[in-house]
């Protein structure tokens, strides 16, 4: 049995593909999703329930390990970071949207605030 190496790559990325799953949030008949602006996010789901702003640690590229201090707050500047958590109402999860750079990172739901 010998099976065409360009079939076998088809099926792997078509499998890797498969495995990203981009969130959007749904809103008046809108959607915001990843990439979105702050500014187009408060349009389509107007002002959030709570903010939160934190500065997220810097690592050393390709890396896993943060930039140690005093390296980090004197050579390296944090990343600003905000959270948004919108209350969808009764039966519907909370959902929380981080910004990085002022654009849409990720879009998570829970049934709390994490």
Known sequence: MNIPFG????????????????????CNGRSASEGDSQLSVLYKCGQPLLKESFCAPVFYSQSLQPVPEPF??????????EEWLYDRGPGNLMATVRFRSGLVQSITYASTPR
């Open 72 to 81: 980090a707050s004197a050579y390296v500047p944090c990343q600003p970071v």
């Open 7 to 26: 079939a076998l790559l088809a099926v792997f990325i078509a499998m890797q593909a498969s495995s990203v799953n981009a969130e959007s949030l749904r």
